[in-house]
């Protein structure tokens, strides 16, 4: 039994046919049938008998189809004075004996076969088809003449028939279309096709492939396989009106599928639904997002998860100014207990320093603070870079050592072009400690409305970072953020990890530290508003500038490129502030004034 889709093909060639064969009606109605042009009243019987056709093919399936008045010869015989039409009868004044016509001279003969093979040549089917006509009026048992005949009258048809295509193009009717042109090309394979139909038919006949192909995935569930079915069709969407509905299905039963992988330990499997089928849905990315910080997923687990859920927009960063605004309203006063992005520490007074044998050691007091969960990272730079930099540090070398000027327009970070730096959701790198205050002004004076009154968004000093990288809850200091067992590449982003570039951020759940933050230790530098050399007594005094050459701005946690030692809470590291050719990063504390 023959598809409904085969059904409505039919009926879409048999209205092709109607249009094509009201088009020659009305020229017959207008000219008469005496002054029709010669390609009409083939045209006409040409429409007609596919029009027969279908229809008697239509009605063997069962298939009622209306008849339309026009489909039979209702405006009677047509004339037969053309050429092109009709056999041009011989001379009636000069009839043989027998009353037949007389036979063709061998001389007239040759005279209008050249000249009907000489108009084909040329192109000129019109003329070749009244030479073959005249031809076979006198001699109409040759069946070459007759088979040249049929050729010239289709192919000075093939205008039309080509014209009419526009017709069925904008019905989208794309099989009727195709149809006509095989006929087409049979009769004339090097016919040219200046509109592109053929570029269009195969268009659309892909993405009739597609639409097939993902009604036939939500058929069996396969919900990433729908979605890129759906996908694939690109503009061509916009033919089947059910694809919104179709992409919400395969969306939420993709969601669901995902949900159920996370909820059995599947990682891998809910990775797959994920990038595969590229779910945009807030559940499915945001499974994505608790798979990177699940202890009991594997490394390249979590690594993997980070990467995708970094390319669909990662829920744990805030971006957008709302997105920020949310985050600072929302923050917890919970020590440990961290509600999105910010991490509390409580006020209070805590040793700073005497971390080795020897080394000086202070009791500072420290107000309360919210230190962000992760360093900040490449897509929270982004709108900072967009908007500029303004003029930075520069430096060049000379006999009598650097010079420096305050004149260079810098416009993004070091690696900011390179591809394995630059992941929506890895730690923004190459940075100095210019660009980093900077952007912390820059982003307070954002957000002046949402923080507390006095209040900004800046760097954190050694001995606010020391104390969110290190105690926990009883006030207890431990050499790493996550206590005294040594590092692994579980618990810290160290060379040990065997990465070419930061890991996106948060991929080390078990290292987090007591307050909650993550990547403290390992991944990349971050760094800090205090003085190196005042440490540990003036670790918690803000410095608001530094001098160019100043080789005493500190950056803490180390790299991803360093050995274990680094990423210890009490591993300090200094550099100069206008270094940017280098790996650090930072983080942001939200913080009354120092």
């Not at 094509?20 to 429409?47: M, N, S």
Request: hydrophobic share 40%; with cysteine; proline share 8%.
């Amino acid at each position: 039994m023959p598809s409904d889709h085969d059904i409505d093909r039919l009926r879409q060639r048999i209205a092709a046919h109607r249009r094509t064969l009201a088009t020659y009606l009305e020229q017959v109605a207008i000219t008469g049938k005496a002054h029709v042009r010669p390609e009409v009243p083939a045209g006409i019987v040409t429409a007609r008998d596919e029009i027969r056709k279908l229809k008697q093919t239509l009605r063997r399936w069962g298939v009622t189809v209306e008849d339309h008045p026009d489909d039979d010869d209702a405006l009677g015989p047509l004339p037969s004075q053309s050429l092109v039409d009709a056999p041009v009868a011989p001379d009636p004044g000069k009839p043989d004996a027998s009353g037949l016509p007389p036979a063709l001279d061998p001389v007239t003969r040759r005279r209008l076969m050249n000249a009907a093979r000489a108009a084909a040549v040329a192109g000129a089917w019109d003329e070749a088809a009244a030479h073959f006509a005249q031809i076979a009026a006198l001699v109409p048992t040759d069946q070459e003449v007759q088979a040249r005949l049929t050729e010239a009258r289709q192919r000075h048809a093939l205008p039309q028939r080509y014209a009419a295509l526009a017709a069925l193009r904008g019905d989208d009717a794309w099989e009727a279309v195709q149809d006509e042109l095989d006929a087409m090309r049979a009769l004339a394979p090097d016919y040219a096709d200046p509109e592109g139909h053929a570029a269009w038919v195969a268009a659309r006949a892909q993405a009739e492939h597609h639409y097939q192909a993902a009604l036939t995935a939500l058929e069996q569930q396969a919900w990433p396989a729908a979605l890129a079915a759906l996908r694939a069709l690109g503009d061509d969407a916009a033919s089947y009106p059910d694809v919104e509905r179709l992409r919400g299905v395969a969306q939420q039963g993709g969601a669901q599928q995902v949900q159920a992988c996370y909820r059995r330990g599947a990682f891998s499997e809910a990775l797959d639904y994920l990038a595969e089928g590229h779910l945009t849905d807030a559940a499915s990315i945001a499974v994505g997002a608790q798979i990177i910080e699940t202890p009991a997923a594997p490394f390249a687990v979590r690594r993997r998860a980070a990467e995708i859920v970094g390319t669909l927009g990662d829920p744990r960063i805030p971006v957008t100014l709302a997105a920020w605004q949310a985050e600072l309203a929302q923050r917890s006063t919970a020590f440990g207990q961290p509600q999105g992005y910010w991490c509390y520490v409580p006020a209070g007074s805590y040793q700073i320093g005497g971390w080795d044998k020897g080394q000086a050691a202070a009791t500072l007091p420290l107000p309360t603070f919210w230190i962000a969960r992760y360093p900040i990272t490449v897509a929270q730079y982004a709108p900072f870079v967009a908007e500029g930099y303004g003029e930075v540090a520069e430096r060049w070398w000379t006999p009598k050592g650097w010079q420096w000027k305050q004149s260079s327009k810098k416009t993004e970070p070091y690696n900011w072009n390179n591809a394995l730096f630059t992941g929506a959701n890895q730690p923004v790198s190459g940075v100095s400690w210019y660009e980093a205050t900077a952007f912390c002004a820059w982003l307070s004076e954002r957000l002046a409305e949402v923080l507390p009154a006095g209040w900004t968004l800046r760097l954190p000093t050694e001995a606010v970072w020391e104390v969110a990288a290190a105690y926990d809850a009883q006030g207890q200091r431990r050499p790493y953020p996550w206590g005294d067992v040594a590092p692994t590449p579980d618990l810290a982003i160290s060379n040990a990890s065997g990465l070419d570039r930061p890991a996106s951020v948060g991929c080390c759940p078990a290292g987090a530290a007591a307050c909650g933050a993550l990547d403290m230790a390992g991944n990349v530098g971050e760094w800090a508003c205090s003085s190196y050399s005042g440490y540990p007594g003036e670790a918690a005094q803000e410095v608001k500038d530094f001098i160019p050459n100043n080789r005493d701005v500190p950056y803490r946690g180390g790299l991803f490129l360093q050995n274990n030692t680094y990423v210890r809470c009490g591993a300090r590291t200094r550099s100069r502030p206008y270094i940017w050719n280098d790996l650090q990063g930072f983080r942001v504390v939200a913080a009354p004034p120092c």
